[in-house]
T-cell receptor
């Protein structure tokens, strides 16, 4: 039973355009959501997060949107750059222990 | 470098052997997590420590797995009698949880890739 789903295994975008990565979740107890970026042979790098009391959080080129009623969040990258090419993981958390539940990831390719 | 470090980065072992991995978290972080990642999957939670206390273990952590964080600083993860199904990337992460609050942002190390032949 996958609680966090990233239904697109891959996404290809032209440099300078917008990248939109999507994530759905099933557990209504989740109250915090995070995006991580992962390059090959490295650990995941924290990118941006959002609390369930907000519907948008922005950090430079990265914006995360949360739609609680649809149990859906998305990461927007504008403008996309070739260095953004990586696997992006959506993660969710709820409860005092703070452990993260990850999706399977979306591989983003940004072409020059 | 003040990030999370893991040692070794790669480990190849024969089935049935024991292996031990080490994680050094960010120095002021009081929480330490272990995850496992297999090909095509996201990281899966194994266990976590608040200071030296192991507070949660996933059902993925069989009896062959044991983790310690003896002085609330570095941690070790030992796998006894390794099986081919143990082949994976083992990731360590740390966070700083202020008293009475949850810290969600976790910072990951580079991982230890285990291959069991």
């Amino acid at each position: 039973d996958q609680q966090v789903k990233q239904n697109s295994p891959s996404l290809s975008v032209q440099e300078g355009r917008i990248s939109i990565l999507n994530c759905d979740y099933t557990n209504s107890m989740f109250d915090y959501f995070l995006w991580y970026k992962k390059y090959p042979a490295e650990g995941p790098t924290f990118l941006i997060s959002i609390s369930s009391i907000k519907d948008k959080n922005e950090d430079g080129r990265f914006t995360v949107f949360l739609n609680k009623s649809a149990k859906h969040l998305s990461l927007h990258i504008v403008p996309s750059q070739p260095g953004d090419s990586a696997v992006y993981f959506c993660a969710a958390s709820g409860g005092s222990q703070g452990n993260l539940i990850f999706g399977k990831g979306t591989k983003l390719s940004v072409k020059p | 470098d003040t990030g999370v470090s893991q040692d070794p980065r790669h480990k190849i072992t024969k089935r049935g052997q024991n292996v031990t991995f080490r994680c050094d978290p960010i120095s002021e972080h009081n929480r330490l997590y272990w995850y496992r990642q297999t090909l095509g999957q996201g990281p899966e939670f194994l266990t976590y420590f608040q200071n030296e206390a192991q507070l949660e273990k996933s059902r993925l952590l069989s009896d062959r797995f044991s983790a310690e964080r003896p002085k609330g600083s570095f941690s070790t993860l030992e796998i006894q009698r390794t099986e081919q199904g143990d082949s994976a990337m083992y990731l360590c992460a740390s966070s700083l949880a202020p008293s009475g609050r949850v810290a969600y942002e976790q910072y990951f190390g580079p991982g230890t890739r285990l291959t069991v032949t």
